[in-house]
Antibody, heavy 117, light 107 residues
Framework: QVQLQESGPGLVKPSETLSLTCTVS??????????WNWIRQPPGKGLEWVGYIYYTGATNYNPSLKSRVTISADTSKNQFSLQLSSVTAADTAVYYCARADQGLDYWGPGSLVTVSS | DLQMTQSPSSVSASVGDRVTITCRAS??????LAWYQQKPGKAPELLIY???SLQGGVPSRFSGSGSGTDFTLTISGLQPEDFATYYC?????????FGPGTRVDIK
């Protein structure tokens, strides 16, 4: 059974960089032809796809965030990470990591990140 | 970006009812569509992929149909655990986009 777990600071100051890590168990981020995604959801609102890293290391980002987003993987720890720079209050959201095969089939429980001074 | 719309935005229904939710894409996406269920405080769960394929472990009362631009999710015989918000998502083109959601609550 594949499991994903987000971790990282719950509070980030405006203009700083948000950093989250997703730890994967029961599967490998470096094999299996899967896409490893970040999705976010502002409180009380809908879902926004942030980007993914493919098992080959290729990445794809939402153009609305592209200049601020970096997704990377640490295969030795079986983790992938999100960095979002120059954050504002609009980046306050629950951040989910998820695997994509046929649809986003496995999700982490989510991590609330609040941007506030 | 490819825009996804859903209707209705909310629906009140009773246990045992048949509920249909519609999702429309702003341009043709073949069958690159998935449906998710989300309960308060929880991550979304995949119900349907490729417009009509039932994800493993999902009850057969859930079904999906459609192709091109118009899609439906049907719940045949609503159960108490089905009261939730439902999202469609297209995977035809980047960036992947979600519909705004349809909340199903108790009448």
């Amino acid at each position: 059974q594949v499991q994903l777990q987000e971790s990282g600071p719950g509070l980030v100051k405006p203009s700083e960089t948000l950093s989250l890590t997703c730890t994967v168990s029961g599967g490998s981020v470096s094999s299996g032809s899967y896409y490893w995604n970040w999705i976010r959801q502002p409180p009380g609102k809908g879902l926004e796809w942030v980007g993914y890293i493919y098992y080959t290391g290729a990445t794809n980002y939402n153009p609305s965030l592209k200049s601020r987003v970096t997704i990377s993987a640490d295969t030795s720890k079986n983790q992938f990470s999100l960095q979002l720079s120059s954050v504002t209050a609009a980046d306050t959201a629950v951040y989910y990591c998820a695997r994509a095969d046929q649809g986003l089939d496995y999700w982490g429980p989510g991590s609330l990140v609040t941007v506030s001074s | 970006d490819l825009q996804m719309t859903q209707s209705p935005s909310s629906v009140s229904a009773s246990v045992g009812d048949r509920v249909t939710i519609t999702c429309r894409a702003s341009r043709h996406i073949n069958t690159w569509l998935a449906w998710y269920q989300q309960k308060p405080g929880k991550a979304p769960e995949l119900l349907i992929y490729a417009a009509s394929s039932l994800q493993g472990g999902v009850p057969s009362r859930f079904s999906g149909s459609g192709s091109g631009t118009d899609f439906t999710l049907t719940i045949s015989g609503l159960q108490p655990e089905d009261f939730a918000t439902y999202y469609c998502q297209q995977a035809n083109s980047f960036p992947f986009t979600f519909g705004p959601g349809t909340r199903v609550d108790i009448k």
